[in-house]
């Protein structure tokens, strides 16, 4: 059974900080998605990465995979309270969209 | 463009009974899976359904099942309810499998007295 473990679950920031958000597993993933999830909607898909080593980043995100593909980690810069939601990471396999997901790492940045 | 819908958005039913979630994907989506979204467990995988053939299945007992019809549409189906069925039931659709990115439904909130 393949495990994702966020960290951290809960964080509360002043607005303008920097944070990490870390996502591991002990199993390699063939591909590693990060979504946003607002209160009373679904999630929404910020980023997708594929390759081992690789780092995409979007406006403030900066998004990395790891290596050997089995950790992942999201870097916000100068974190808005827009910001503020619920942070999930999700491997996929070799099974379609079959997805593992981390527990979520819940973000407040207060104003 | 329109989204995921998911039909009803909240439902009350109690122990014992059975239900049934419907969802429409994205137009030219042709994956469609189900997850169930708890406080204690997450976000969950039930079924990946695509061309109308279940492709994956997760973990959960047989009381879960789905069906995708020939227009992407889904349904998922969970008889005799239980009170851990309690949960948000996502729906989420994807234009090819094995991609990972999916686009979600708003859910379906059931609450089991």
């Known amino acids: ?111 | 463009k329109a989204g995921v819908t998911q039909t009803p958005r909240y439902l009350i039913k109690t122990r014992g009974q059975q239900v049934t979630l419907s969802c429409s994907p994205i137009s030219g989506h042709r994956s469609v899976s189900w997850y169930q979204q708890t406080p204690g467990q997450g976000l969950q995988f039930l079924f990946e359904y695509f061309s109308e053939t279940q492709r994956n299945k997760g973990n959960f007992p047989g009381r879960f099942s789905g069906r995708q019809f020939s227009n992407s549409r889904s349904e998922m189906n969970v008889s005799t309810l239980e009170l851990g069925d309690s949960a948000l039931y996502l729906c989420a659709s994807s234009p090819l499998s094995y991609t990972g990115e999916l686009f979600f439904g708003e859910g379906s909130r059931l609450t089991v007295l």
């Open chain 1, 1 to 111: 059974t393949q495990l994702l473990e966020q960290s951290p679950q809960f964080l509360s920031i002043q607005e303008g900080e920097n944070l990490t958000v870390y996502c591991n597993s002990s199993s390699v993933f063939s591909s590693l998605q990060w979504y946003r999830q607002e209160p009373g909607e679904g999630p929404v898909l910020l980023v997708t990465v594929v390759t081992g080593g690789e780092v995409k980043k979007l406006k403030r995100l900066t998004f990395q995979f790891g290596d050997a593909r089995k950790d992942s980690s999201l870097h916000i810069t100068a974190a808005q309270p827009g910001d503020t939601g619920l942070y999930l990471c999700a491997g996929a396999g070799n099974a379609g969209n079959m997805l593992t997901f981390g527990g979520g790492t819940r973000l407040m940045v207060k104003p």
